[in-house]
């Protein structure tokens, strides 16, 4: 069954440095989304992209935050300089149409 | 705002003790609910998706319900593999967004 892939699984960095999150989505998924969920609190949306542009964002996808499909099958989420608040889970999502969502195993992020 | 609330925040069940999983929502415009399962340390796995009051699916020891303001999670004999965290959302006209609630974190004792 296709999954939604996600690397790597743990990022450890420290404040005011880059990181990129990487995600595959589902092959013939067109729709494609970032969340976070911060530990012991809720899935939190921050980004729905398609057709090659950003179709929704939240508060918190400020301008610290960025998304690309560089290719066919990559979907990247870069936070240009973390802080200690960015620590969470960062789950990328996919779907065929704006309906059902398929999350990948997430990528913990540690901002030490 | 489009809003979800689930209760109870924790349950403990013995196994076979059936038991109901709730979801309250307000949504301007209802696209969907969505009932996840989510391990920890992991992403959230696609349950169900129910569109309109009425309307039931199932899922080996699941089933989801829905009416015009809530969702029930009915979960028949359980098994200690069913312990997990559940998680509901919704989905409103004209966003692709999913919101969602904090979960109820059931756990299965044999």
């Known amino acids: 069954e296709p999954e939604v892939t996600q690397t790597p699984s743990h990022q450890v960095t420290q404040m005011g440095q880059e990181v990129i999150l990487r995600c595959v989505p589902i092959?013939?998924?067109?729709?494609f989304y970032w969340y976070r969920q911060i530990l012991g609190q809720k899935v939190e949306f921050l980004v729905s992209?398609?057709?090659?542009?950003?179709?929704?964002k939240s508060e918190i996808f400020d301008d610290q935050f960025s998304v690309e499909r560089p290719d066919g099958s990559n979907f990247t989420l870069k936070i240009r300089s973390t802080k200690l608040e960015d620590s969470a889970m960062y789950f990328c999502?996919?779907?065929?149409?704006?309906?059902?969502?398929?999350f990948g195993p997430g990528t913990r992020l540690t901002v030490l | 705002e489009d809003q979800v609330t689930q209760s109870p925040e924790a349950l403990r069940l013995q196994e076979g003790e059936s038991s109901s999983l709730n979801c309250s929502y307000t949504?301007?415009?209802?696209?969907?609910l969505f009932w996840y399962r989510q391990d920890p340390g992991k992403g959230p796995e696609f349950l169900f998706t129910?569109?309109?009051a009425g309307e039931e699916k199932e899922k080996e020891r699941l089933k989801a319900t829905l009416t015009k303001k809530e969702s029930f999670l009915h979960i028949t004999a359980p098994k200690p593999e069913d312990s997990a965290t559940y998680l509901c959302a919704v989905r409103g006209t004209g966003f692709q967004k999913l919101v969602f609630g904090t979960g109820t974190r059931l756990l299965v004792s044999p």
């Open positions: 992209f398609y057709n090659n542009e950003i179709s929704e």
């Open positions: 129910l569109y309109s």
């Open positions: 949504v301007s415009g209802l696209r969907g």
């Open positions: 999502a996919s779907s065929a149409r704006p309906d059902t969502q398929y």
């Open positions: 092959s013939n998924h067109l729709y």
